[in-house]
């Protein structure tokens, strides 16, 4: 409630770097308005939410998730 894109945040956003990553290159993140900005402050200056600064989780854990659920799969089929 109360959080909406104003239509704003389309003039901070930020390009994809193509050296780095997105956090790494100090872009933040507005879950809300769905976007990448460049912004030097904490809070969206579109919708005023708060802005991510860090990657949500590790691409490593992801990856070890994936494999361990695709292994239950081929336990399950009966391999
Ligand atoms: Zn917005
Ligand atoms: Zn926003």
Redesign the pocket.
């Known amino acids: 409630m109360g ?1 909406t ?2 239509g ?2 389309h003039r901070y956003k930020a390009k994809k770097p193509t050296t780095m990553g997105r956090y790494a290159s100090g872009q933040k993140r ?6 990448f ?1 460049h912004w030097d402050g904490l809070w ?6 708060k ?1 991510r600064l860090t990657p949500r989780s590790s691409k490593y854990k992801e990856k070890v998730l994936k494999i361990k659920s695709e292994k239950k799969e081929i336990l399950a089929n009966g391999m």
């Open positions: 959080i894109c104003n704003i945040c507005c879950n809300s308005c769905n976007v900005l969206c200056p579109c919708c005023n939410y802005l």
